[in-house]
């Protein structure tokens, strides 16, 4: 079993950016395949962004696409989320999850329920 703990939410006007972490402990994050998902309030989880066991290939909600990067170190068990151009609609708790199914080009996991490890969430919030 894997332990997700994400960082790095806060505060930013529209237009910054901010960096989230999400550190795996238990076992080795090469293992599965990672996502980012967000939720606002009154609103259901909605997913972000994904990318591979080895980092070769990632996957963008189009909301967030040219504007976050999903990317992962695994001999520091990290994967992180570059977020750009933030907009007051970015605004949520932001989830990072594990998924240990392996899957193939062009496939990705979009599903909440997909994913098998869920960290605590960290707030993100932009300001107009």
């Known amino acids: 079993q894997v332990q997700l703990v994400e960082s790095g939410g806060g505060l930013v006007q529209a237009g910054g950016s901010l960096r989230l972490s999400c550190v795996a402990s238990?076992?080795?994050?090469?293992?599965?395949?990672m996502g980012w998902f967000r939720q606002a309030p009154g609103k259901e989880r909605e997913f972000v962004a994904a990318?591979?066991?080895?980092?070769?290939?990632?996957y963008y909600a189009d909301s967030v696409k040219g504007r976050f990067t999903i990317s992962r170190d695994n001999a520091k068990n990290t994967v992180y989320l570059q977020m750009n151009s933030l907009k007051p609609e970015d605004t949520a708790v932001y989830y990072c999850?594990?998924?240990?199914?392996?899957?193939?080009?062009?496939?990705?996991?979009?599903?909440?329920?997909?994913?098998?490890?869920w960290g605590q969430g960290t707030q993100v919030t932009v300001s107009s």
């Open positions: 238990g076992r080795t994050l090469s293992r599965y395949t």
């Open positions: 999850a594990a998924d240990e199914s392996i899957y193939y080009s062009p496939s990705f996991p979009v599903k909440a329920s997909e994913y098998d490890y």
């Open positions: 990318i591979s066991r080895s980092g070769g290939r990632t």
